[in-house]
Antibody
């Protein structure tokens, strides 16, 4: 069965960086992309970007350009999302999801979420 | 302010039919597929409807989606207590070159 298992909760200070991992299993990792979506406390969903697990191509949300980097390690079927220069409004639950296509909003399996708290 | 507009709340009694709307523009809903996600309290979102009106395996046929022009709707018939959740619409936006979500609709089963 398809599973996406994310790394544990993080607490970071403003200005620091965080790197969240997402280990995939149950499918051919390189046949899909991975989207990252975040949700601030009590708020809605925000798309952060997408990475192809096949060739590493990325597409980031304009709002996060320059602060976010998404990568994959095909040897371990793991995707990573690094967010730099953290601010308090980056406090959110971060989700990875299996993305069916590059220019599409379909994400058919989701990780359990990783809470990132940014606080001094 | 979300690019796609949803009502913040909706409600119904068990057995009723409720609909949730999602309004967008020509650059998103008007030219791309619409997706719906269900998020139960404290859990990750779950894909409910893809490609405007298709249900993934395991999603009951009580859930249906439709799209017309720059708007879409999610209908839930035979409402059940376990349908109480937040519902989000999503679509690709050609102008932003990214995915946009609605602000979410909290469904309460009375």
């Amino acid at each position: 069965q398809v599973q996406l298992v994310q790394s544990g909760a993080e607490v970071k200070k403003p200005g620091a960086s965080v790197k969240v991992s997402c280990k995939a299993s149950g499918y051919t990792f390189t046949s899909y992309g991975i989207s990252w979506v975040r949700q601030a406390p009590g708020q809605g969903l925000e798309w952060m970007g997408w990475i192809s697990a096949y060739n590493g191509n990325t597409n980031y949300a304009q709002k996060l350009q320059g602060r976010v980097t998404m990568t994959t390690d095909t040897s371990t079927s793991t995707a990573y999302m690094e967010l730099r220069s953290l601010r308090s409004d980056d406090t959110a639950v971060y989700y990875c999801a299996r993305a069916v296509a590059v220019a599409g909003a379909e994400a058919d399996y989701w990780g359990q979420g990783t809470l990132v708290t940014v606080s001094s | 302010q979300s690019v796609l507009t949803q009502p913040p709340s909706a409600s119904g009694t068990p057995g009723q039919r409720v609909t949730i709307s999602c309004s967008g523009s020509s650059s998103n809903i008007g030219s791309n597929y619409v997706y719906w996600y269900q998020q139960l309290p404290g859990t990750a979102p779950k894909l409910l409807i893809y490609s405007n009106n298709q249900r993934p395996s395991g999603v009951p046929d009580r859930f249906s989606g439709s799209k017309s022009g720059t708007s879409a709707s999610l209908a839930i018939s035979g409402l059940r207590s376990e349908d109480e959740a937040d519902y989000y619409c999503a679509a690709w936006d050609d102008s932003l070159s990214g995915v946009v979500f609605g602000g979410g609709t909290k469904l309460t089963v009375l």
